[in-house]
T-cell receptor, first 115, second 110 residues
Framework: GAVVSQHPSWVICKSGTSVKIECRSLDFQATTMFWYRQFPKQSLMLMATSNEGSKATYEQGVEKDKFLINHASLTLSTLTVTSAHPEDSSFYIC???????????FGPGTRLLVL | TQLLEQSPQFLSIQEGENLTVYCNSSSVFSSLQWYRQEPGEGPVLLVTVVTGGEVKKLKRLTFQFGDARKDSSLHITAAQPGDTGLYLCAGRRYLDDMRFGAGTRLTVKP
């Protein structure tokens, strides 16, 4: 149980285009989902917290107009990187927390390369 | 400044050796998780500890949560090459989100 999927697993796009990444909790409902970014050989940095039915809460330094988050249902959150630039190239990982529990379960990650 | 300080940052040992990874903070956590991450994959949960002083064992891995819930340790006995990976501790403060330590990159040589 507690499986989180992400789609796509990797994406290559041109600079200036937008990319949408989906995060789904497959066998549980998650009122809260999280988006992280991880650069090579570094740890995970929290970008934003996504609550179902409400606006996402962004960490300091993360542009909300550039990284659009939508959490429309209890099993799906999306992250859209708008007007992507090469410096946005990174490994994006989502996680979901079971309602009322402490543990977060992570998706397999999406590797984004912006040319 | 990281909320959670992990040490060591890098560790390279021979198969069969024991090792301990530490995760320290000045903050109190409602829970702390340990994850293992392989290159190109998401972190995989190893354990969640919630009670001060709690000790959990997972085969050759022993996890301990400090009495004050500010620190934790991961001890691996008789390490194997399959244990190679990035070990991450992550803590959640009350009504707050989970934050990660910088990670410990472990290499176990055959």
């Amino acid at each position: 149980g507690a499986v989180v999927s992400q789609h796509p697993s990797w994406v290559i796009c041109k600079s200036g285009t937008s990319v949408k990444i989906e995060c789904r909790s497959l066998d549980f409902q998650a009122t809260t989902m999280f988006w992280y970014r991880q650069f090579p050989k570094q740890s995970l940095m929290l970008m934003a917290t996504s609550n179902e039915g409400s606006k996402a809460t962004y960490e300091q330094g993360v542009e909300k107009d550039k990284f659009l988050i939508n959490h429309a249902s209890l099993t799906l959150s999306t992250l859209t990187v708008t007007s992507a630039h090469p410096e946005d190239s990174s490994f994006y990982i989502c996680s979901a927390r079971l309602t009322g529990q402490e543990t977060q379960y992570f998706g397999p990650g999406t590797r984004l390369l912006v040319l | 400044t990281q909320l959670l300080e992990q040490s060591p940052q890098f560790l390279s040992i021979q198969e069969g050796e024991n090792l301990t990874v530490y995760c320290n903070s000045s903050s109190v956590f409602s829970s702390l998780q340990w994850y293992r991450q392989e290159p190109g994959e998401g972190p995989v949960l190893l354990v969640t500890v919630v009670t001060g002083g709690e000790v959990k064992k997972l085969k050759r891995l022993t996890f301990q949560f400090g009495d004050a819930r500010k620190d934790s340790s991961l001890h691996i006995t008789a390490a194997q090459p399959g244990d190679t990976g990035l070990y991450l501790c992550a803590g959640r403060r009350y009504l707050d989100d989970m934050r990660f330590g910088a990670g410990t990159r472990l290499t176990v040589k055959p």
